[in-house]
């Protein structure tokens, strides 16, 4: 490392610098003191950056980690081991974010932002991240992350859980209400059915008739489904877990979304990768989960297009990834999206992300947001492996299947 690159703030020199000073008597006796010297100041360093309440992390370009303290390494759930190896956003997704934005922005810039972590606890850190100038040309970052769940928790986060439970009883309501009308309907709706099959007339006179009462009630049907889905989704729930392949679950919602795929001219493709994308979930929650990822994607696409999912499975976690090519999200609103009530569309409701983001979270897992306005955005849900899962079921007290 050169002396200017170093920072201007005084300090006093220390006794390795002072060997350094001399180096044209280093003989192997200096040599050996200098080493000796290194490795307790190195061990003298490490303890107290691994005495520091806060995480501090040091990541290269890709994200790969190359420092970890010991509080920086349990917060995002990396073993020591893997210090080195270890790809920030494969352990965080929700920092690839920063660190795109990192990329974009050049050379310097200082980021902080709170991100939610859901592995190997549950909680909130806020991040701060810069640019660290080290002398040579690697380019390094150094993340600072300090924990703030309690910060959080206590103050507008139950006013919110508050506002949101009793938006979620009375939409329940509501839906609830809608039920019975539409029951009626179906009803009535058979009973012409019954008695236009036993008309004593030429079938020519009523088979428009028919056609439009078999279309109704398809749609009463339809409007039915929703309406579980709808109901089942926002009644907070413990989730009912057992091994469930997301394959499964993906090809049941695209059963249902089928007619209006094919109104909105979308191709949708569907892709096994490495691996049964196996995990412990609840169907029906993870039902309703992949059901609005799917349909946020395909009311992305004005004029048609294409929706991609692929499932992959690696060392830690199963991943399905959902890619449409839409209109894209804003970066002002990518922070945003998981709020509830927030939408951008004329008749969205704004519950489908936050709604996503709370099954993820009954299931252990992340959702991670890449997106370029215009282009098309993806969607990841990481799961956690069935056999590392165990730890999060205290966690989040989720119960298992019997
Ligand atoms: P809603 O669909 O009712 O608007 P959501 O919570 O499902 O509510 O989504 C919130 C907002 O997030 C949407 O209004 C939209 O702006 C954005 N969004 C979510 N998914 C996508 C996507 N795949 N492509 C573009 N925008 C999306
Ligand atoms: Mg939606």
Redesign the pocket.
């Known amino acids: 490392m050169k002396a200017e690159k170093q920072s201007s703030a005084p300090r006093r020199s220390s006794s390795i610098e002072r060997i350094l000073g001399r180096l044209d008597d280093l003989d192997s006796t200096n040599l050996a003191i200098l080493v000796q010297r290194l490795a307790r100041e190195r061990g003298l360093l490490e303890t107290v950056f691994d005495a520091v309440e806060e995480g501090i992390l040091v990541i290269d370009a890709t994200g790969t980690v190359d420092y970890a303290n010991r509080a920086g390494a349990s917060l995002i759930g990396l073993n020591p081991k893997d210090i080195g190896s270890a790809v920030l956003w494969k352990l965080v997704p929700d920092l690839a974010r920063s660190l795109d934005f990192l990329r974009e922005d050049g050379l310097a810039p200082n980021i902080a932002r709170d991100v939610e972590l859901f592995y190997p606890e549950h909680r909130w850190v806020r991040l701060q991240i810069s640019r660290l100038l080290l002398g040579d040309d690697a380019v390094r970052f150094g993340v600072i992350i300090r924990d703030i769940t309690d910060e959080r928790q206590n103050t507008e986060a139950m006013i919110e859980s508050e506002r949101i439970n009793s938006i979620f009883t009375l939409a329940a309501s509501v839906a609830h209400e809608i039920g019975n009308p539409l029951n009626s309907m179906k009803i009535h709706l058979e009973l012409m059915r019954r008695k236009l099959a036993k008309l004593d007339v030429p079938e020519e006179k009523t088979k428009s008739l028919k056609k439009s009462v078999e279309i109704c009630l398809d749609e009463i049907g339809r409007l039915d489904d929703i309406l579980k889905n709808f109901l089942g989704a926002i009644r907070p729930q413990k989730p009912i877990l057992g091994k469930t392949n997301l394959m499964e679950i993906v090809f049941d919602v695209l059963a249902v979304q089928k007619a209006e795929l094919e109104k909105r001219n979308i191709r949708c493709s569907v892709k096994q990768g490495k691996g049964l994308p196996i995990v412990l979930g609840d169907a029906s929650q993870l039902k309703q989960l992949i059901f ?2 799917s ?3 395909m ?2 696409m004005q004029d048609g297009g294409a929706i991609d999912i692929v499932s992959d499975v690696d060392d830690a976690f199963v991943y399905l990834r959902v890619r ?1 090519t ?4 804003e970066r002002d ?1 990518i922070s945003r ?2 709020e509830p009530f ?4 004329d008749g ?9 983001m709370r099954i993820m979270r009954e299931h252990g897992g992340q959702v991670g ?1 890449d ?1 370029t306005p215009g282009e ?2 993806l ?1 990841t849900l990481q799961f956690p492996r069935p056999d590392r899962r165990t730890p999060m079921l205290s966690t989040f007290g989720a119960q298992p299947a019997q």
């Open positions: 609005n990822v349909k946020n994607a009311e992305a449409d839409g209109c894209g999200i609103a999206i998981y927030f939408t951008t569309k969205g409701h704004g519950l489908g992300m936050m709604i996503v947001i997106s098309g955005t969607v």
